[in-house]
């Protein structure tokens, strides 16, 4: 009897080995306390509110959030995609690195459910969205250019900007006093990619052609590079790692006069640097002096999608669309994380209207100018190679010429595009 | 026939069972599924095509792989010469009979490896800040300008990333050492002053000597560890300037995860795999050709 016990015993305890990896995926139909089927959702914002409204307005399904960082949710979702097990029902990225899970083949078709709201969003948009003619996710969000200002500073210098030769101009005077005009990313990092691509799209410019093809012997790439180049050289930026309590330190110390950034950075900034309320303002993308009109970069912005692994696609793509294309859903996006709307009719709704009293007042929305669309290809390889040569102009081994050569050569070498 | 299973000894091996395959499946596995997939390309998570050492031999043509190889060795190296003299210094400081409050020592020197590693992070960004840092802080008392941004330089981010890791590790290695320590008879030092030995003399004939099997354990364990960097300068610097902190766990992660190429990815942890053996294994038979009276 003993001997059987124990034999029991060891069989339980390796199955329940087994039991315990049998993980709840989104493969799961697992209801919550009310009855609701639970939906995982991976984001790494703070989206709770806008969440929990869906879970309130409807009784079918209740969003689960699953908070990670965005670099961790491309690299659990690869990994889940190719195995075919682990997905989450719904996840978030950045629409930077959003194509390669578009192309996986592993998205659901959201065709049906989100088709009617598509006008809503720019072609561009829709384009992105869009894998051989159907639609695997929707945008919640744009982050377009804006230039936040210390309003106190500009106002005790005299300065006004029009143009980036303004921009360099006031940094001179600036720098008598050991103030920098911008901080400038250095090392570049994964930034350095995005930000130069942002400058580049403010001159109407990209990395490569609608296609995916490199541009070579790129004149607007030259142009950007140059400008960073002499922001550091002659000291007028400040070169900073971004985000890190250096960052935000120089920025208490009033040491950052202005900041070129995409509008999502207007929440980091608040919370950041809340003792800074009041003496912010925005203004547009200044314009480039060669250039008639001005207009505003292009970070990137956010898509969500369903995967293909989920048990409930159809609910699920209900909550995308009405998060990224009703009205109701956008304004969620923007009370909770910030966000500048992708689905247009939004800007309509009074509450995109509004003054900030952190920017004195100023509606970051209506800073907002033309963009042009931005072409996204092998993001991962591209954000390395750009850092790389972006770090060696700072560092004084290439000038901006060759470090603009350098990035189309080695990105149509790794690529092969 | 009937089968006969003897109880007794089988008990044991049923007991072992549940480890047994968690091992084969978690651990056995995920190694042989990943040198496997090194040698294929793999499509949609599912092997497709024997392609031979085509990954091993993209690699290592590959220069931003060749400079993490040698960011790592470089780092290895320096950080463990640095870590494990800090550590013998500290243990041998702590061991000594005219220090009081050792605990308080000990603990203090222990502290680092307990702290989150961003809350350092946070501690070294603060510290080397140019503008606003304790560093400049403290230089400004002097009148000193300090105008270094040491995570902007290729050459000097790499000290900070070693600065950093040496301050997290050697209190933790100290701990071995003094465990060492502690296992060297007194009688020896006795003997040794009477000989007319200075402190110097001691520590160079005795101490050392005697603490070299836990020195190979601490360098085996710390290379194998140090190959394995990444947090540090990861959250310092993402591996730039210019790739100048890029390390192989780094690379191994950008081709894996970031660019998603995993079985070129299962090759670089293999290239990985090999340096440390080798680490290792030269570490050893240093060991042994020193126990053995050879030079």
């Known amino acids: 009897m003993k001997k059987v016990l124990t034999v029991l015993l060891c069989m339980m305890l390796s199955l329940s080995l087994f039991?315990?990896?049998?993980?709840?995926?989104?493969?799961?139909?697992?209801?919550?306390?009310?009855?609701?089927?639970?939906?995982?959702?991976?984001?790494?914002?703070?989206?709770?509110?806008?969440?929990d409204a869906y879970n309130q307005m409807q009784d079918e399904v209740e969003i689960v959030k699953v908070q990670?960082?965005?670099?961790?949710?491309?690299?659990?979702?690869?990994?889940?995609?190719?195995?075919?097990?682990?997905?989450?029902?719904?996840?978030?990225?950045?629409?930077?690195?959003?194509?390669?899970?578009?192309?996986?083949?592993?998205?659901?078709?959201?065709?049906?459910?989100?088709?009617?709201?598509?006008?809503?969003y720019p072609s561009s948009l829709q384009d992105l969205v869009t894998y051989n003619g159907q639609i695997a996710g929707l945008t919640p969000d744009v982050?377009?250019?804006?230039?936040?200002?210390?309003?106190?500073?500009?106002?005790?210098y005299g300065i006004e900007i029009e143009t980036f030769n303004d921009l360099i101009e006031a940094a001179k005077i600036l720098k008598e006093d050991g103030i920098y005009?911008?901080?400038?990313?250095?090392?570049?990092?994964?930034?350095?990619?995005?930000?130069?691509?942002?400058?580049?799209?403010?001159?109407?410019?990209?990395?490569?052609?609608?296609?995916?093809?490199?541009?070579?012997?790129?004149?607007?790439?030259?142009?950007?590079?140059?400008?960073?180049?002499?922001?550091?050289?002659?000291?007028?930026?400040?070169?900073?790692?971004?985000?890190?309590?250096?960052?935000?330190?120089?920025?208490?110390?009033?040491?950052?006069?202005?900041?070129?950034?995409?509008?999502?950075?207007?929440?980091?900034?608040?919370?950041?640097?809340?003792?800074?309320?009041?003496?912010?303002?925005?203004?547009?993308?200044?314009?480039?002096?060669?250039?008639?009109?001005?207009?505003?970069?292009?970070?990137?912005?956010?898509?969500?999608?369903?995967?293909?692994?989920?048990?409930?696609?159809?609910?699920?793509?209900?909550?995308?669309?009405?998060?990224?294309?009703?009205?109701?859903?956008?304004?969620?996006?923007?009370?909770?994380w910030s966000a500048v709307p992708a689905y247009e009719p939004?800007?309509?709704?009074?509450?995109?209207?509004?003054?900030?009293?952190?920017?004195?007042g100023d509606n970051i929305y209506s800073m907002i100018l033309d963009t042009t669309p931005f072409h996204y290809f092998d993001w991962a390889s591209v954000e390395m190679i750009i850092g790389e040569k972006l770090d060696l102009m700072f560092a004084g081994q290439l000038s901006p010429e060759e470090a603009a050569r350098a990035i189309e050569d080695t990105i149509a070498a790794e690529t092969g595009r | 026939m009937k089968t006969h299973i003897d109880g007794r000894k089988a008990a044991p091996y049923?007991?072992?069972?549940?480890?047994?395959?968690?091992?084969?499946?978690?651990?056995?596995?995920?190694?042989?599924?990943?040198?496997?997939?090194?040698?294929?390309?793999?499509?949609?998570?599912?092997?497709?095509?024997?392609?031979?050492?085509?990954?091993?031999?993209?690699?290592?043509?590959?220069?931003?792989?060749?400079?993490?190889?040698?960011?790592?060795?470089?780092?290895?190296?320096?950080?463990?010469?640095?870590?494990?003299?800090?550590?013998?210094?500290?243990?041998?400081?702590?061991?000594?009979?005219?220090?009081?409050?050792?605990?308080?020592?000990?603990a203090v020197f222990f502290s680092p490896i307990a702290m989150s590693l961003p809350v350092v992070a946070v501690v070294f960004d603060l510290i080397f800040a140019r503008n606003i840092g304790f560093i400049t802080s403290l230089l400004g008392i002097f009148g000193v300008e300090y105008n270094y941004r040491i995570f902007a330089s290729m050459t000097g981010a790499v000290w900070a990333v070693i600065l950093m890791r040496v301050w997290r590790g050697a209190g933790y290695y100290c701990a071995y050492f003094l465990a060492g320590l502690t296992s060297i008879p007194e009688e020896l030092y006795e003997s040794a002053m009477i000989d007319g030995a200075n402190s110097f003399q001691q520590f160079w004939k005795i101490t050392l000597p005697?603490?070299?099997?836990?020195?190979?354990?601490?360098?085996?364990?710390?290379?194998?560890?140090?190959?394995?960097?990444?947090?540090?300068?990861?959250?310092?610097?993402?591996?730039?300037?210019?790739?100048?902190?890029?390390?192989?766990?780094?690379?191994?992660?950008?081709?894996?995860?970031?660019k998603q190429d995993f079985s070129k990815g299962a090759a670089v942890s293999y290239v990985m795999t090999l340096l440390m053996l080798a680490a290792s294994v030269v570490s050893v038979s240093r060991q042994k050709d020193s126990a053995s009276g050879r030079r």
């Not at chain 1, 670099?71 to 097990?85: E, H, R, S, V």
């Not at chain 2, 092997?47 to 690699?59: E, Q, R």
């Not at chain 2, 020195?215 to 560890?225: A, G, K, N």
Request: overall charge negative; glycine content about 8%.
């Open chain 1, 19 to 51: 039991a315990g990896g049998a993980k709840d995926t989104a493969a799961t139909e697992t209801a919550a306390d009310n009855g609701k089927t639970k939906l995982e959702f991976w984001t790494w914002l703070s989206s709770d509110d806008a969440i």
């Open chain 1, 68 to 120: 990670m960082s965005h670099a961790d949710i491309n690299a659990k979702l690869a990994i889940a995609l190719q195995a075919g097990t682990g997905a989450p029902d719904i996840y978030q990225t950045t629409q930077r690195y959003y194509p390669q899970f578009r192309d996986s083949g592993h998205m659901y078709d959201m065709t049906a459910v989100v088709s009617d709201v598509m006008d809503g």
């Open chain 1, 143 to 156: 982050s377009p250019s804006v230039m936040f200002y210390r309003a106190d500073i500009f106002e005790e």
């Open chain 1, 181 to 336: 005009m911008l901080p400038i990313f250095n090392p570049a990092g994964s930034w350095g990619a995005n930000a130069v691509g942002m400058l580049l799209g403010s001159r109407e410019g990209n990395y490569f052609t609608p296609d995916g093809k490199v541009i070579h012997d790129n004149e607007d790439l030259e142009i950007v590079l140059e400008f960073l180049d002499q922001m550091v050289d002659e000291g007028y930026g400040e070169s900073l790692t971004f985000f890190t309590p250096e960052f935000w330190g120089e920025f208490k110390a009033g040491k950052i006069a202005a900041w070129i950034m995409n509008t999502a950075e207007a929440a980091n900034l608040k919370t950041n640097a809340p003792e800074l309320s009041g003496k912010w303002k925005i203004m547009p993308t200044p314009r480039w002096d060669d250039k008639d009109t001005a207009l505003s970069g292009y970070w990137g912005g956010t898509v969500i999608s369903v995967t293909d692994q989920s048990k409930n696609p159809e609910e699920a793509a209900k909550f995308v669309k009405w998060l990224c294309g009703t009205v109701e859903g956008q304004v969620w996006a923007g009370k909770t």
């Open chain 1, 346 to 360: 939004a800007y309509d709704d009074p509450f995109f209207q509004e003054g900030d009293p952190y920017f004195s």
């Open chain 2, 14 to 106: 049923f007991f072992l069972l549940p480890f047994l395959v968690f091992f084969l499946i978690f651990r056995l596995w995920p190694i042989v599924w990943s040198f496997l997939i090194s040698f294929f390309e793999l499509e949609d998570g599912s092997i497709a095509s024997f392609i031979g050492l085509s990954n091993y031999a993209t690699i290592f043509k590959d220069p931003t792989f060749i400079k993490s190889i040698w960011n790592t060795i470089y780092f290895v190296i320096v950080y463990n010469v640095i870590m494990i003299f800090l550590a013998i210094l500290l243990a041998v400081f702590c061991n000594s009979p005219i220090i009081g409050c050792k605990k308080a020592y000990r």
């Open chain 2, 210 to 258: 005697l603490l070299k099997p836990m020195l190979v354990f601490v360098i085996i364990m710390s290379t194998i560890l140090s190959f394995q960097l990444f947090d540090e300068p990861w959250i310092l610097t993402q591996g730039g300037p210019a790739n100048s902190t890029l390390t192989l766990q780094m690379y191994l992660y950008q081709t894996s995860f970031l």
